[in-house]
C-alpha cells in the first residue's frame, strides 16, 4: 500500500470514528493547561489529574505563582516525575509569563518555547489546542504509532515526525491528529504489545502487513509444527519410562 493511501485511510477512519477527541488533562484555561503540560513530561495524565486540582487552587494566576517559591509549588507535585526541576520551571514560566507577556500565554510557538520547561512539543500541544494552530505535538506515542502505522518513514527524531506528519496530514486535521496517534497508542497500539488483532486499522497498517506476510504465517505454521512434534517426542520418552517403571515393579513383584 503506497504510503498516500495510508494517509488517506488514517484520517478516513478517525475523522468519522473519533471526530472530537481531546487531551485527557484536566483544565480550565490556558495558563492552566500550560501548567498541566509541563507536569506531564515523562508523566501520566492521570497522575497529572490527581496533582493539579490543588496546585490549580492554590495559585490561580501567572502573578500567584510567580510569588511563589519553588519549594512551595514542589510540596504540591511531589509525586510527578522530576518534582524538583518541574517547580522549578513552572515559577520560571509564571515569572516569563508576567514578565514579558502581559501574564498572558503567547500563541507564538517561538514565543513558547522561550518559558522555562516548554520545548517544541508542548508548544505545539498549546498552539493546536488552546489556539487552534495548524501544529502537531509529537510525544512518545505518536512517534511509534507514526511510524507502526506507516505515516512515517525513517523518521528517528521527534523532529522529522513532526516535519513528515506536517507534510502529508491535511493542514486542518494536524492538531487532532496528535490526539487520534496518542489514544491510539494508549489504547490498542501499546510500546510492548500492541494488540493488532483487534485493532480496527490494522487493514492499512505497515507493522501489521509486515507480520502478517504470507512468509511471516508459514513460518508461523512452521513453528508450531515443530512444536508439537517436540511435544509428541516428549509424550512418546515419557510412556517409555512409564512402561520401563512398571515392568520393573512386576519383576520385583515376581
Ligand atoms: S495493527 Fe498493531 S501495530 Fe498497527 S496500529 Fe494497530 S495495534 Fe498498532
Request: proline fraction near 5%; charge should be positive.
Amino acid at each position: 500500500m503506497l504510503k498516500l493511501e495510508r494517509y488517506r485511510h488514517f484520517v478516513d477512519y478517525f475523522s468519522k470514528h473519533q471526530p472530537n477527541p481531546v487531551t485527557e488533562l484536566h483544565y480550565g484555561n490556558p495558563f492552566q493547561l500550560l501548567i498541566a503540560v509541563i507536569l506531564s513530561a515523562q508523566c501520566t495524565d492521570k497522575r497529572i489529574n490527581q496533582v493539579t486540582p490543588a496546585l490549580f487552587g492554590k495559585f490561580t494566576t501567572p502573578e500567584e505563582l510567580a510569588a511563589s517559591t519553588s519549594d512551595e509549588v514542589f510540596t504540591y507535585i511531589r509525586s510527578v516525575s522530576y518534582p524538583n526541576n518541574k517547580a522549578k520551571h513552572l515559577v520560571g514560566m509564571a515569572k516569563m509569563l508576567v514578565e514579558q507577556f502581559n501574564s498572558e500565554v503567547p500563541s507564538d510557538i517561538t514565543d513558547l518555547q522561550k518559558l522555562p520547561g516548554v520545548g517544541r512539543k508542548t508548544a505545539n500541544v498549546i498552539a493546536s489546542v488552546i489556539f487552534d494552530l495548524p501544529a502537531i505535538a509529537v510525544d512518545t506515542h505518536v512517534f511509534r504509532v507514526a511510524g507502526r502505522i506507516g505515516l512515517t518513514t525513517n523518521a528517528r527524531t521527534p523532529l522529522a515526525v513532526e516535519k513528515q506528519l506536517t507534510e502529508y496530514l491535511p493542514k486542518q486535521t494536524l492538531g487532532i491528529a496528535h490526539h487520534w496517534l496518542i489514544l491510539h497508542g494508549r489504547y490498542i497500539c501499546l510500546a510492548r504489545s500492541p494488540k493488532c488483532e483487534i485493532c480496527p486499522i490494522n487493514w492499512f497498517c505497515k507493522y501489521y502487513e509486515r507480520n502478517n506476510t504470507e512468509a511471516a504465517l508459514l513460518k508461523a505454521e512452521a513453528l508450531k509444527a515443530k512444536k508439537a512434534k517436540e511435544q509428541q517426542k516428549k509424550k512418546k520418552q515419557l510412556n517409555t519410562i512409564s512402561k520401563e517403571l512398571n515392568k520393573r515393579s512386576v519383576d520385583k513383584d515376581i
